[in-house]
């Protein structure tokens, strides 16, 4: 009794050393896709140089200077959209807005620092540990195969692998011993399959393919912080159609208490006037809040003091040179190949493939098996040239809109001349005293009405030009 007693105790001290190996050889390869772990899926670094110092300056923020001659790059893409200069303390520039996200953002910081752990796994070293570790389960094995033969839980097979003897006395030496080789060799597969992915590639291309995720992962920080810039811009364009409109209602008000104690007006009328009045007040006021809000999300994007009073400046207008270099047939190849979206759904497409071909391999031609997977990967080509055709008509859409807004800015251009040709008459008029202060007040508050359509307008070209941007630039069509 002892002398089995014993020998329990040696088989669960050797098994929670077995358990104990296998995991650290499962967290050791889990390392290596620590990105995919945690996001899915990335490009692997470029190896042309010129490439690679594009990608390293998207990732600082850093803004490449077109080539002498070459003028507009790919497209209407100009990379010198506007000049970089250093901003005032509680000011943001929009030429800054990009470097600021990157270096600054903690969001954008952190998955920066998952990509340099991954970018910096050394996979020679990883395999040699990894099988450094499949010789010790191999040793630790054979030592408790022999152990347990000793005992006369197991045998010898004809392959040279250890199988349960049937007829064993004692069941619960027989069960122990069946849990701790199961153990064994599950730990031993999943190391052996952790070694082989390496030596293919797989482990490396899921790696890359985490990175491009990740990646994409700050390119959409970078937008939203570029959507939310141009938002800032609008509400202050709005406040101050607000603050002008509230003016004129405070003349209105001044007007129509004058006629109501000159008995033209009555009390009901009156009241309705100042009602109106109150209504401008509180939607000016939900405004300003609305806009400190919107301030303040800003001040976290690019990491800056929360205080909710930053101020941002005019966005660069978008010139026809850039609008009239925008090819849809010149620049869809490039944006395509760019595209992470597209390059994850190629991607589900090439796994559902060879878990096919897998398939096809290991099962008959009726199982259930082999038929789900070819269902999954007819599937997965549907889903791909869905996403294909998806983008393409987004593109699409993404260059009509740009021309479209500059037509939509050139009218209001033309309206905005009327406009100021019209208040220049009535100016004149009121100097020469043929027309009241009110009516002057009137036409200069519609002049200005009509200078901040072109700015709105400028707006809506500019995030229409961006988004076309982004598609060329990185392939982020959003």
């Known amino acids: 009794m ?25 967290d050791k390869a889990d390392d290596t896709v620590t990105a995919e772990a945690q996001t899915g899926t990335a490009a692997e670094t470029p190896a042309d140089p010129a490439e690679k110092a594009a990608q390293d300056a998207r990732i600082t923020g850093e803004t490449t200077a077109p080539v002498a001659g070459e003028g507009i790059t790919t497209g209407g893409y100009n990379p010198e959209l506007s000049v970089r200069q250093p901003d005032p303390v509680g000011q943001l520039s929009f030429a800054n807005l990009e470097k600021q996200v990157r270096e600054n953002n903690l969001s954008v910081l952190a998955l920066e620092e998952t990509i340099q752990s991954v970018e910096a796994t050394d996979y020679s070293k990883l395999r040699s540990e990894l099988e450094d570790q499949l010789d010790s389960l191999e040793d630790m094995s054979d030592g408790i195969g022999a152990l347990m033969q000793g005992l006369g839980t197991v045998e010898v097979g004809p392959d040279g692998g250890f199988t349960m003897v049937q007829d064993a006395n004692d069941r619960l030496t027989q069960l122990l011993a069946g849990y701790v080789l199961g153990t064994l060799s599950s730990s031993k597969e999943s190391l052996e399959d952790a070694i082989a992915d390496i030596r293919s590639g797989m482990t490396q291309k899921k790696a890359a393919d985490g990175i491009r995720q990740l990646e994409n992962g700050q390119d959409q920080y970078v937008i939203a912080a570029e959507s939310l810039y141009v938002t800032v811009l609008e509400l202050q364009n709005t406040k101050a159609g607000l603050e002008r409109s509230l003016e004129a209602m405070d003349r209105t008000v001044q007007e129509m208490e004058l006629r109501y104690s000159m008995g033209q007006i009555s009390a009901l009328q009156l009241q309705q006037v100042k009602s109106g009045r109150v209504q401008l007040r509180s939607g000016l006021d939900t405004l300003c809040s609305s806009m400190e809000s919107a301030v303040v999300q800003l001040e976290m994007m690019v990491g800056a003091e929360i205080t909710g009073k930053m101020t941002v400046t005019e966005v660069p207008d978008v010139t026809d040179a850039q609008v009239d270099a925008i090819s849809y047939e010149a620049d869809l190849d490039e944006a395509r190949q760019k595209s992470y979206d597209l390059y994850a759904a190629r991607a589900a497409l090439e796994n559902a493939e060879e878990e096919y071909k897998d398939a096809k391999s290991d099962y008959a031609k009726n199982t259930y098996q082999r038929k789900s997977a070819e269902h999954k990967w007819q599937a997965a080509q549907y889903n791909y040239e869905a996403a294909v055709q998806s983008y393409e008509a987004k593109f699409r859409a993404c260059c009509g809109a740009v021309k479209d807004y500059r037509q939509i800015l050139k009218a209001k251009e033309n309206a905005l001349d009327l406009q100021e040709a019209t208040f220049r008459s009535v100016e004149l008029k009121y100097q020469q005293g043929t027309v009241s202060q009110n009516d002057y007040l009137t036409a200069r508050d519609e002049l200005e009405s009509a200078r901040d359509a072109v700015t709105t307008a400028k707006h809506d070209l500019f995030t229409a030009y961006r988004t076309y941007v982004w598609a060329v630039r990185f392939g982020v069509l959003n």
Do not use: H, N
């Not at 089995?4 to 499962?26: D, I, K, P």
């Open 2 to 26: 002892k002398k089995r007693l014993a020998a329990w105790m040696l088989v669960l001290a050797l098994g929670g050393s077995l358990l104990a190996t296998a995991a650290f050889a499962g």
